[in-house]
């Protein structure tokens, strides 16, 4: 080999050794920088010690509250069941670890990013002692982050979005406005109902029922030449999914009569549930109410003309 041959394979060589030095310089730099925006707001096992919530967000302010392992929301001084997936989802955008990398440091960016006195906030108790006291600011110009700081620090921080969708929602977002008690996940299962019996206050004098026969069922109170086993099935499943707009007030419960219409459920293990549901009122709203239960439900229309059917639906 030539010096001049042994000369470019020294300088190849070295070229190489230097690009993949430059290479994992700016790797290691990267994975250090993604290192240190990497970062969680709450601890997950503090987080399942949590007993309480607050949130103050564009003027509305409400609290989480767990009792006996479910959520309840407490609201102008009344409690409303919570939907517990809905909670769920909201503590994991602090309890999973993330890029969320520092934006500012200083008492100066708080109010242009959002973060001053008008800042919605979400404070986290665990054993009745807070365990995150957390300001939640705007978003950035591209929408793809919002502002984080902890109440009393100067450090500013930016992530995830998603909880705009929470603060900005309607309390109504936070019920669990299924009208059957069942918690999310655990609905009750049409296979598990053995009668239904069904009262109409538009013909108070007919009663309909459908009563599980093995396999089929049998119905009274209306005439069903080919009963459709799957649209009664469907018809069931729907009441016992079915779900309200809203709580009413219960100052204004008091005035509502629930003697119109009525749907009883009866299961195998012996458990019944009574729905009892009022006629429209003047602003055409439906109201029930359900046994074992002080909350009254706000019925949406299509859902209060779904609750009720003629024969033809069972039809096959």
Known sequence: MTYKNRLICLLSLIGVLLLAYIGSFIFNYDWSNE???????????AAERTTKISVSSFGQEFEITKRNSNWFIMY????????????????????????????????????????????????VFGDYSVILDLLIGDDDIMGRESFFRKAGQNEVRSGDVSIRAYLSGLITSWYNLRIIPESDGGFADV????????????DPDVVQRFTRANRRWDISGISVTSPDTSSIESYIDFILNAEGED??????AEDISFDYSRIVIEFGN??????RISDFDEVHKRYARVSNSN???????????????????FEL
């Open 295 to 313: 909350h009254t439900f706000v019925i949406p229309l299509w859902v209060s003309f779904r609750l009720f059917r003629d024969a033809d639906f």
């Open 35 to 45: 290192r240190s925006a990497s970062y969680v707001w709450l601890d997950s096992k």
């Open 76 to 123: 102008d001084g009344v409690e409303y069941p919570a939907r517990q997936s809905r909670i769920d989802d909201f503590l994991r955008i602090f309890t999973t670890r993330s890029p969320w990398p520092v934006r500012a440091s200083s008492s100066s960016s708080h109010e242009p990013l959002g973060l001053g006195d008008g800042a919605c906030r979400v404070t």
């Open 191 to 202: 296979n598990n109902v053995q009668r239904l019996t069904v009262i109409n206050g538009d």
């Open 270 to 275: 012996g458990n019944i549930i009574t729905i």
């Open 247 to 252: 709580f009413l007030d219960p100052a204004l």
